[in-house]
């Protein structure tokens, strides 16, 4: 796998720009108030160009991107529906590693700010959104943290509605683990107040395991993604699984 699109963060890429030339799309098309004539216009030009983009695609997907810890500014996940630049889907929450006195990475700050396709009840952010933001965020906090987990359980308190199109801050930090269980807390913030908080159980998965569920999973995987995860599967010490993920202990 290659980290040649999160190199050099400062530039922007041509699919982070993609990315940020659809996002305002999706804004518009959710809440703008246009006449049919005008949607119309702006459908036909978006599938002409949906029809280039097909004509110049090459077979298969692109290589995962993978994190690199050693740098706090450095992209987790750049195809992630909540953090991911090169995703017109993410908002995104934007997110850095705090560093800890020991000169470790402490903990995962973040800013976000949700437009109108993540609404919920009138002017507030979707609570599904949210539980996802928490998710991503907490499996960030624990990357950096080395304990890397999946998600075992997602527990959220909804303190106050979360306003839409508002300056939010995240935190997330990993606080502590016992055997395979990983312990995780999140919360959002509107101007100093607390809308949300999130504790979380998540369980380290091996790279034998990880290799399992990739093999087993319809969705396409990428040969080096693939190539990648066997690798890894082979040179580590943890045992080889029989599929799936194995009992918690």
Known sequence: MSNQESDHPARVTPRQRLAAALRPLIDMAVASVLDDEAVTDAAEALERVGVQLREKAGPGRRPIVVPDMSDPQREFFPSSPIVGTNNPLAPPVRITAVPAVD?????????ANFGYPYEGPPTCVHGGVIAETFD??????????GNPGMTGTLTIRYRRPT????????????L????????????IYFQGELTAEAEGVFIEVGPSHLLNIAEANPGHIDPKTLELLRHEAATSDAPAGTGGIPPIS
């Open 103 to 111: 000169g470790r990475w402490a903990e995962i700050a973040g800013e």
């Open 136 to 145: 991503e965020v907490m499996g960030a906090a624990n990357m950096v943290s």
């Open 163 to 174: 306003p839409l199109r508002a300056d939010l801050h995240i935190e997330a930090r990993c």
């Open 176 to 187: 502590g683990r016992s055997g395979r269980k990983i312990r995780t807390w999140a919360a």
